[in-house]
């Protein structure tokens, strides 16, 4: 079971860091990645990391203000999230799949946290 963490309420501009571990698990070999719902809405994809070379991908949405990356070592994945927008509100899953192609897909994960809120306020 993947734990997220890290959510919470922040002014527009602000800055939240999401974590997610996976206890007793290893995933070094498996792609990470962020998603998010707000309701209402469909689950949108929002960054992943490769296992094979670290690559990054991100919605366009949030290219620029977000950053992910992982820690094999601690078993851990992050989401660094700046210059919050309102409509960045949603609840955030963290995810790990066994593939290292179709990152922005959801099929493509296997594991999924149970989410944390994120809610900024304009």
């Known amino acids: 079971q993947l734990q997220a963490s890290g959510g919470g309420l922040v002014q527009a501009g602000g800055s939240l860091n999401l974590s997610c571990a996976a206890p007793?698990?290893?995933?070094?070999?498996?792609?990470l990645g962020w998603f998010r719902q707000a309701p209402g809405k469909e689950r949108e994809f929002v960054a992943a990391i490769s296992w094979a070379y670290d690559l990054t991908y991100y919605a366009d949405s949030v290219k620029g203000r977000f950053a992910i990356s992982r820690d094999n070592a601690k078993n851990t994945w992050r989401l660094q999230m700046n210059s919050l927008k309102y409509e960045d509100t949603a609840t955030y899953y963290c995810?790990?799949?066994?593939?290292?192609?179709?990152?922005?897909?959801?099929?493509?994960?296997?594991?999924w946290g149970r989410g944390t809120q994120v809610t900024v306020s304009s």
């Open positions: 995810a790990a799949g066994p593939g290292d192609y179709g990152l922005t897909q959801r099929e493509t994960y296997d594991y």
């Open positions: 007793g698990v290893s995933f070094s070999q498996y792609a």
